[in-house]
């Protein structure tokens, strides 16, 4: 990745942050052993080593913390690095250094339109992606960290990753490239899926097939494919019970959370029922935050910003707050001042709300079976001195004759203010 220019030490804020793991540790003993075992089996895989330049003033320090993921099927603990450690707050981090690289992977909406194309639909992940590609020698010295070997806090030591980190700006960006370098190889020989593997999102791929065999075929491909260049494809979710019962697929693990929600690009996909709803999760434990703390300015933009609709399925509902933002400009509100009461009433009546939409899905496929007619796209666009929004939808006629219609994208933006 070539030196960073002006990168200062900062290890005296590394150990810090590392005494400080390590007290949270010692608390939480499942979660220790967890994450020291994570560092056993990547010292023994060579993916991180004893440092040989101890020098704290050469090269970077990444301070690392746990972190928790309960929806995981595997993996519940990940170690995430810091890489935007400073020595302090007037210096350069490892981020600040490096380029972070063009965006090569496909758009989100693109990857949920193509996911609820076909009857067919499943998703995989590559297991520990980044940690796949390794980096070169003389860059090892600014993805150090500190790290007990023996179990003892005295006994503190300097690694250093020989792999490309989760938290690295420049990591993401390598990975595709290393992804597509590789599987452009097969674009001939297997075109549909190279289509597939093209689409990956980092390391997570969700894609569709007409039928089980079709699904099947493609993963069974992929898995071949990515396993030449050395990463694994694990895991299997699926809506469909037959591609389920197909578990043999060689060189991988077979993992399967059939029946419950799916994390999906920051929705929830449930496979059984085959329904998208959002993942509301994050909005709802900063809604009991605000309450405890007050509502703020603040606040109101913390809860927009943790909404994520990409395909807008409750743009109505979102854009009602994000109106109420407007106001609370206009009102010229300091960040951390309390909401006028009027204006507070109008945020507890958005919150109260929040339950009912909470319950609100989607089917994932768009056309409900093969024997549909007359199908047309339809899209609404309205406006008013507040907000504006459009809405496209299909409409088709069922194989029994019924109408029916497919919510496909809603949009909405709040009117600028005048000048």
Known sequence: MGPPIGLDSNYKVAKKRFNSLCNKLNKNPEISDQ??????????????????????????YMPHRAVIRDDKITSQVRIVYDCSSKANEDKKSLNDSLETGVNLYVNTLDVVHKFRENQVA????????FLMIKTSEEDRKYLKFLW?????????????LNRLPFGLTTSPFALACVLKFHIKKFKDDYPKCYEMLNS??????????????DAYHLTSSAIEILRSAGFNLRKLRTNCSELNKLRYFPHTH????HGQGSGFLGLNWDPIEDKIKLNLIDVRNSLESGIAN????????????????????ISPFVITVKILMQELWEKGLKWDEQLPSCLEEK????????????NLQIERKLFSNAG???????VFCDASPKAYEALAYFRYITEEGRDKVSFIISKSKVAPLKT
């Not at 549909?372 to 339809?378: A, G």
Request: glycine letters at 4%; one cysteine or more; hydrophobic letters at 35%.
């Open 35 to 60: 994450y020291k075992q994570i560092v056993k089996d990547q010292l023994e895989s060579n993916i991180v080593g004893k440092c040989v330049n101890e020098d704290i003033k050469s090269g970077y």
């Open 122 to 129: 499943f998703c995989r992940d590559l297991e520990k992606a």
């Open 148 to 160: 007990f070997p023996d179990d003892t806090i005295n006994s503190t030591q300097t690694f250093q």
């Open 200 to 213: 990956l999102y980092v390391d997570d791929l969700y894609f569709r097939a007409e039928t089980a065999q």
């Open 254 to 257: 077979f993992h399967t959370n």
């Open 294 to 313: 007050g509502t703020t300015k603040r606040h109101v933009l913390r809860i927009i910003s943790q909404i994520f609709d990409p395909c807008g399925l």
């Open 347 to 358: 945020w507890r009546t958005w919150c109260s709300e929040l339950a009912h939409i909470d």
């Open 372 to 378: 549909m007619s007359e199908i047309s796209l339809r």
